[in-house]
């Protein structure tokens, strides 16, 4: 059995130093105990950037569907997306739901503290458990939650062989926790199987980083830079701001800088940055698994009803030109599952002016859809079983060749062919 | 009807604009008084229709204006009352003898009404109209003036906080990074006017009250000379708007958390916007009291203040109105005393003391007016109102506790032949597949 250490995190964030040492230190002592069951030295380093733990056997090379998994965020309620009459995604309603399979009726359970928001919600999708999350660090509505079961990406790269830029989390500049759900505290997977993250965040560091090696500032200045970046590297705590981006992902960003400049005031913005984003990585980076947590829909929050349906309308927009750059890529047609699902619904308040101001763990919070459509998925399917949120996780696993052996509910059948 | 005599002439300006020389009535009789016996459970009576009709006025846009007329005209009986305590009167004399006994007090004998002309206005020849809706018209009047004087100041504080709530978040969801500054600014800006405005608009409310007359409201350098003198009663009412506004907010929000909750589908929009009227019907007895409190304070501490300004010589009969003057003559309390000599070192220390008092006050105050500000932010982020939520403070301006949403009261006045539920179910019990 290989081997390998774990950065035990407590609840306040930070590290049992002391503990992981004994632990490490017990786990080297039991590898030599065995003798000939260990395969590999038994302390390991932090992962290389790219590569799986030193230690993995072989792993087979990743020939199943590409997916992309799109979080139909932050919370809309069925009425303005799958309803003909009212949706604001009308190519997503009469169009993209046509080739495949819809869920009219997936629900997030009503189980007690099973929060329908978004933190929640995207960690729902990526490991198929439900789970009472609270912010590491116990600040107020802080939403920084560490998955205990691995994610699907977690689960992907320790059965295939895939590098971390081949599975990605396209993530806004609202929610910038959601940053960190790329792996989880899982003794048997974690950072090593991460995937990694794009992002406005990591462009920032990258590009901090790029100008203080190039001598940008000098000085007082270079210094409080310096502390700028170790800030935002900090905020990774569980890497330990060892997180170096692979090769890959430093040139995708280099080209970024080049088309967009310094100032992040010339690539779009909101939502429409994240369809650009995948866009981009889909041509340099051709990711096997990518995640888009859309989002804005949730400035309905203040009060302002337009937010949330143009929110929408870009989300669909943004789906459009998904769609478009998969049908147009030879590697990509034919072999790309979509997937689109909110991470939670909104109320639907009869006293408030505004009903689907916010999504206080309300029915219509709770009810969601799911659209799947590309090969394997059933055609031109309408499906009115209830079925769980987390389904979404156990069924493209399945179509993905792996099991989430921690996810709980079973596989979508009506959605295979 | 609020009275004010001219101090040239002697003649009464009545609400209908006519002058008469100043007399207890046409005929020169009293009114008979009724006994003691059912005095108490007539008072109690009227009392509680008071109450009710002050309730019902808290729901309608028009009728709150009535509710502020009536407040003024309130409160000008306190202040009255207040100065009646302070004259020591003689035992076995009311103030509602003291009242009756001059046409310029006489409307100030009993509460103010809410429809029927008071008993001067009864007694007037060809005044039948005066008679049965004197009081509406003049509470409407009154409570109009009052309004406009009031939003004049605080308005422009709450138009900002509108703008910087729509256009900051606005620029947000754009991520119009170049304008970022928007919407922060100009509800900072908001937030200091409305603070601004608070320091001066409860006691010139008060002063408006008392003196019956509009103009009065901007009498600047008179209410800001009462609220320094009188900087822990500014200090004292500014807590109770903030402590007052506290339940309110809640009542304003929880119809957020009541749908949240509710399992709403099977009722319809007529029964929805039923159950929201009752329940801020309800809100506005707890409203009413807070607002009557607010001001009960306002009429009280603006009575204090010139009893002692008077009598200190701090205010002078020409700042009084007519109205004010005569009233404080009446009851002996318009002598001026003079200071009493003390030691330097005890004037000095009492100085410095008012001062600093005064300057520790102001801070405070404008912490406490911003913590009403910052409860009216929240719970518009709970539950947006449109415009209403930002533009009116029910405590301080027009006093409307009415927050039912816009749609029900839309749908519910298109009356329907039958019952429909307010959202179609879905039919969860069907396993079936379709094909399109």
Redesign the interface.
Known sequence: MAMHTKHEITSSGASKSSASTSRRVFLENLAVGVGALAVAPTATTFAAPGTARLSSPARKPYRGPNVILVRFGGGVRRRETIDPQHTYAPYFCHELT?RGTLF??MEISASPGIETSHGQGTLYLLTGKYDRYKDVGGKFLGQRFESKVPTLCEYLRETFALEDHETLVVNG?DRRDEEFYNFSNHTLYGVNFRSSTLSLHRFKTFLLRRQLDQGKWQGDLRSKKLQELRQLEALDYRTEGRDAQSAKLTQFWEHWREHYGDT??RNP??DRLLTELTLRALRELRPRFVMINYN?PD?V????MT?YT??ISIIDEGLRQLVTAVEADPEYRDNTIFAIVPDCGR?????????C??H????SAR?IFGLFFGPGIAR???????VEQIGVTTTLAHLMGFKAQYAEAPVFE?ALT | MIVERSRDSGAVALSGGQSRPAAIATDGSVPSQPSAQNFLWRRMLIGAWKFVVGVVCTQSFLLSIVLAGWMQRWMQRVVVQQWWRRSRPTAGTSFRDFCLADAQTYPLGHWPNWVRGDHYDRGQPSSRCRCWFGSLAANFRVGLSVLLNTWVLTLPGCALWLFAWYDGWNNSFNKGYEQYWVGPITGWLGVLLFIGAMYYVPMAQARQAATGDWRSFYDFRLIARLVRREWFGSLVLASLYVIGSLPLAVLKTLPVALGVGLSWDRFTEKQLHSMTSAYFLACGGVFLGVLALTRYFAARLYARAIYDGVQAGVVSEDDLSAFEWETLHRLGLSRVYPPKLRPALVRSAAWLGTRAGQATAATLLSVLWFSFVAQVFISEFFNRNAAKGWLNQPLVQLPWFNFTPGHLQVNSSHRRTRSTPACPTADDNVRRRHRW
Do not use: I
């Open positions: 046509r009219k009726h500049e992040g005031l913005r909101g804005d400035y929050h203040w009060g302002n937010h143009r929110g109320d639907t308040n009869p006293f408030a002016e505004v009903p101001q916010h206080f763990n309300s029915r009810e031109n399917t309408v499906v009115d079983r209830k009506e």
